[in-house]
């Protein structure tokens, strides 16, 4: 019951971050051009160094929750949100500004395209929660995490239609309320690493130097995660200029198409159990990965069909969507398979290597998508993408083919 219990608060808390992330990562790009008026160089440093910083605090915050416990860890991590926006609401000095996005993450491309805008936070929940879980139910448990994060993230988006000022306070009141709701869950990883630690027993050579499992799944994780960072990196903070630049979409319906966008991800994560089930861990990325990535390649090339297809924005939104279902449906599945794959004392630093493997190739591959589409052309980063992506797969099916039984997966590692 206490589980449950704790099951339901995390996921709460994870609600209310990612509404306040969902209506940041609309606005704050906007209000650092129009209110503050930085030049679009500025705007693109600020954003470079939130994306290198959340990968780096990562890693660092990730081996902290579990040398120390992951809730008192995930405790401070959460402050440092409502941190940054306090530091939004009270100055213009650029300085302060980067510490802002230092702190909030800002610029970690696509955060509802991906099903989640955890940032830092993100590594530590999932380990909190499969603490909270087993093999049998953990799947579902992130399908539904997911589904949570990416509901609560579109409904984020609706509220850029209220003021700066306006968006900033409710973000801070609800990042202010994300750690509260934390307060009450229990930490039994803290709690028996406490009385390991008064043990004559007890040693740390585990968290110090992982066994030769955990290295190999470790290595894997960070080898998909980059080239998911690469792909994602390439070409989702450029998806609204397919829509503006090709279609002439003003831009308050961008944020419409965003919204549908999070509204249908966050529904067809529903289905990853019953996938997952059916067709295995592999198959399901093969299947899944492969479908949204020739979505992906089709749409830099939607104003192409016009003269066959008169709806063609239409086609674009279809194709979009298209695109982000079937890119985050594998999602839970992949967070429950690594948390079933390492031992129990190193899932928060598996999780937050796999995220900054994905995040430092994603904000390298959008400062470089930029320079391209300006000086090259708009579909040239699609093409990389699916490049990419098609080597993604293989690497699934290399690392991964052997490891699922008929009940799901094990914790076996084969050659």
Same mark, same amino acid.
């Not at 440092?80 to 993450?105: D, M, Q």
């Not at 968290?207 to 290595?219: A, C, H, R, T």
């Not at 319906?253 to 529903?270: C, K, R, T």
């Not at 994905?358 to 904000?363: K, M």
């Given at each position: 019951m206490d589980n449950k219990r704790d099951i339901i608060l995390i996921i709460l808390s994870g609600i209310f971050r990612s509404i306040a992330t969902g209506s940041l990562g609309i606005i704050t790009g906007l209000y650092l051009y129009n209110v503050l008026h930085l030049s679009f160089t500025l705007i693109g440093v600020f954003f470079g160094v939130g994306a290198f910083s959340v990968p780096l605090m990562s890693i660092y915050f990730g081996r902290l929750g579990d040398r120390y416990g992951r809730k008192k860890i995930l405790?401070?991590? +959460?402050?440092?949100?409502?941190?940054?926006? %306090?530091?939004?609401?009270? #100055?213009?000095?650029?300085?302060?500004?980067?510490?802002?996005?230092?702190?909030?993450?800002?610029? $970690?491309a696509g955060a509802l395209a991906s099903g989640s805008a955890g940032a830092i936070a993100a590594p530590i929940m999932n380990a909190l929660l499969a603490d909270k879980t087993n093999e049998e139910n953990r799947t579902k448990v992130y399908s539904l995490f997911f589904l949570s994060l990416s509901l609560?993230?579109?409904?984020?988006?609706? %509220?850029?239609? %209220?003021?700066? !000022? @306006?968006?900033?306070?409710?973000?801070?009141?609800l990042s202010i309320a994300s750690p509260i709701i934390i307060l009450p869950v229990k930490d039994e990883y803290s709690n028996n690493l406490r009385i390991a630690r008064n043990s004559s027993m007890y040693n740390s050579n585990n968290? @110090?130097?992982?066994?030769? =499992?955990?290295?190999?799944?470790?290595?894997r994780f960070i080898a998909t995660g980059a080239l998911n960072g690469l792909g994602q990196g390439l070409v989702t903070p450029f998806l609204p200029l397919i829509f503006e630049v090709l279609l002439k979409v003003p831009k308050g319906?961008?944020?419409?198409?965003?919204?549908?966008?999070?509204?249908?991800?966050?529904?067809?994560?529903?289905l990853t159990p019953l996938i997952t089930s059916r067709l295995g861990f592999v198959k399901t990325v093969i299947l899944t990965r492969s479908i949204s990535t020739i979505a992906l390649i089709l749409l830099p090339f939607v104003n192409m069909f016009s003269p066959i297809l008169s709806y063609d924005l239409m086609f674009a939104l279809a194709l979009?969507?298209?695109?982000?279902?079937? !890119?985050?449906?594998?999602?839970? #599945?992949?967070?429950? +398979?690594?948390? @079933?794959?390492?031992?129990?004392?190193?899932?928060? $630093?598996? #999780?937050?290597?796999?995220?900054?493997? !994905?995040?430092?190739?994603?904000?390298?591959? $959008?400062? =470089?998508?930029?320079?391209?589409?300006?000086?090259l052309a708009l579909p040239i980063p699609f093409f990389l993408a699916f490049i990419v992506n098609i080597a993604n797969i293989y690497l699934y099916k290399k690392f991964f083919k052997d490891i699922e039984t008929s009940k799901g997966m094990k914790s076996v590692l084969t050659e």
């Open positions: 405790l401070i991590v +959460l402050l440092f949100l409502p941190l940054s926006i %306090l530091i939004l609401l009270s #100055t213009s000095s650029y300085p302060f500004l980067l510490l802002s996005a230092a702190l909030g993450g800002f610029g $970690t609560a993230g579109a409904v984020g988006a609706l %509220l850029s239609h %209220l003021n700066y !000022r @306006n968006v900033f306070i409710i973000a801070l009141i968290l @110090n130097n992982p066994n030769e =499992s955990d290295k190999k799944v470790i290595k319906e961008i944020g419409n198409i965003f919204f549908l966008g999070g509204i249908a991800a966050a529904f067809v994560s529903l979009y969507i298209i695109y982000i279902m079937f !890119r985050v449906i594998s999602l839970p #599945t992949q967070s429950s +398979l690594m948390m @079933n794959l390492v031992s129990q004392d190193l899932r928060s $630093t598996a #999780t937050g290597m796999n995220q900054a493997a !994905r995040l430092f190739p994603s904000a390298i591959a $959008t400062i =470089s998508s930029g320079f391209i589409i300006n000086y």
